[in-house]
């Protein structure tokens, strides 16, 4: 699976929220709901204070589900383990800019390897960290949380960083926004260029995801 055109708004579920014991169930109600693409955090304990999945429960959800997996690996080592996710399943790989010594050949890598690839900034990371690599991405990631947990607060000054990032890639990279996204904070991030919504407790933590999803989309207008 490919992502989805740029330009197009997607709202993007992230299953951090949701009933871990149960994740094939929740990607099949988000994938009823018309989504393209689920967002899978994956976290090492090392490069964020908590730990998530890896490579065998992407392999598994694999068997479930035809929608892009859209992996975010907030990991110490993404290199070591960018090809354990392609051939997981991983359609898309985002590797944090502070955490590659060579995102070039890190790129280039996820490219031979058939994955789309996309790099990511901490709330504190400035624009220019990923500057010369940028267009080689398919996306970019701009935290709007300190990575590592759900349900924090949107942080607007890290949001703000979008609009620069838009200028640099022009119209044909998708810019996607993590942390904090709900009806309330969308129309900012989409106002600055953000065309790919991540959403993990404004989704997973409503009854009805269904609808959650409908007032996302509806609220980017
Ligand atoms: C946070 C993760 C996010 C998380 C967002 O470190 O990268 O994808 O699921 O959760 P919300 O939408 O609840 O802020
Ligand atoms: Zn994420």
Do not use: W
Not at 29 to 45: P, Q
Not at 104 to 110: D, G, N, Q, R, Y
Not at 177 to 188: A, L, N
């Amino acid at each position: 699976m490919r992502l989805p055109k740029p330009g197009t708004i997607q709202v993007v579920p992230s299953i951090l929220s949701a009933d871990f014991a149960r994740l094939a169930d929740e990607i099949a109600v988000i994938e009823s709901a018309g989504v393209a693409m689920v967002h899978l955090d994956v976290m090492d304990g090392h490069f964020v204070p908590n730990i998530t999945i890896g490579p065998p429960v992407v392999a598994k959800l694999r068997q479930h589900s035809t929608l892009v997996f859209d992996s975010h690996l907030m990991i110490s080592d993404p290199a070591e383990y960018a090809e354990h996710f392609a051939k997981a399943g991983a359609d898309h790989v985002t590797f944090h800019i502070e955490a590659a010594n060579k995102p070039e050949e890190l790129i280039e890598e996820l490219h031979r390897l058939g994955c789309s690839a996309g790099i990511c900034l901490n709330p504190e990371t400035p624009v220019k960290a990923i500057e010369p690599v940028a267009s080689l991405c398919d996306m970019i990631l701009v935290m709007t949380v300190h990575p590592g947990f759900g349900g924090q607060e949107f942080m607007p000054e890290a949001a703000e960083k979008i609009a620069r990032v838009r200028e640099i890639v022009g119209p044909d990279v998708r810019i996607e926004v993590d942390g904090g996204i709900d009806p309330q904070t969308t129309p900012t991030v989409v106002r600055y260029g953000a065309d790919t919504l991540v959403a993990g407790n404004a989704i997973f933590g409503k009854p009805d995801r269904i609808a959650a999803i409908e007032a996302i989309r509806a609220a980017a207008g």
